[in-house]
């Protein structure tokens, strides 16, 4: 692993402060300072920040850009899955946490851990998941209202929560909804008499999805990405 990733991975800095700390001298790598950001860290290597010494999160933890055209699944025999497109060692260890359709992309999160997973995907957690909408036709007012004060679903014994819509123009909106049923959101904006025409998931909770991440690509969650959707004991 690159010394400026595993700074960020194991202390919870962004990216560029890792490097921006690497580059001030304050990374020490087996007690000797080291500026290169790019440089590789040997295994079992002792890399200090400030003198504090730094360790990588146990278990996996990836954020993938999911790109239209793989399902959501560890393994299926006739359709390329999200877990296909990591190396194998990587795929053998994760599942996913927090499913999308075969044609929504965007923030996938692949982990090893099971209870990270069930504290990401859990009922009574409610962890708010950010997607952006294209929609068919102009959402109108009452649409909107609907929709952020709850919604009747066919097949679903309650409403849906009230769900926060952020207007980026007339056919394009913001939707954070709290639950992960089936198709939901597809299903909320065809209860008001819209169609979704692409969706993307943009964040869970803190976790947004990294701009640098092209589709089908992923990276490692940071310490601090992890830790924000976890519940305090
Ligand atoms: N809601 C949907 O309808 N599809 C997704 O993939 C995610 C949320």
Redesign the pocket.
């Known amino acids: 692993m690159r010394l400026d990733q595993f700074v960020s991975n194991s202390s919870g800095l962004s990216r560029k402060d890792s490097k921006r700390a690497i580059s001030a001298g304050r990374v020490r790598v087996d007690g000797k300072m080291t500026k290169s950001a790019n440089s590789r860290v040997p295994e079992h290597a002792k890399v200090t920040l400030d003198n504090q010494a730094l360790t990588l999160p146990d278990g996996l933890y990836l954020m993938m850009n999911k790109p239209a055209g793989v399902i959501s699944a560890t393994n299926d025999s006739s359709q390329p899955t999200a877990i296909d497109l990591l190396p194998p060692e990587l795929a053998r260890q994760v599942h996913i946490a927090g499913?999308?359709?075969k044609d929504?992309t965007g923030l996938l999160l692949l982990t090893s851990d099971g209870q990270w997973s069930h504290q990401v995907t859990s009922p009574r957690r409610a962890c708010p998941?950010t997607?952006r909408v294209t929609l068919a036709e102009p959402l109108d007012e009452h649409a909107c209202q609907a929709l952020e004060q709850g919604i009747e679903l066919k097949g679903e014994q309650k409403p849906t929560l009230p769900a926060q819509v952020l207007q980026n123009s007339a056919t394009e909106i913001e939707l954070t909804i709290r639950e992960?049923k089936y198709?939901?959101?597809?299903?909320m904006l065809a209860a008001v008499g819209n169609h979704?025409v692409s969706?993307h998931?943009q964040s869970i909770g803190d976790i947004i999805l990294d701009p640098a991440l092209a589709p089908g690509h992923y990276r490692s969650l940071t310490a601090q990405e992890i830790q924000s959707v976890v519940e305090p004991d």
């Open positions: 499913r999308l359709d929504t998941k997607y992960g198709h939901q959101v597809k299903r979704v969706l998931r």
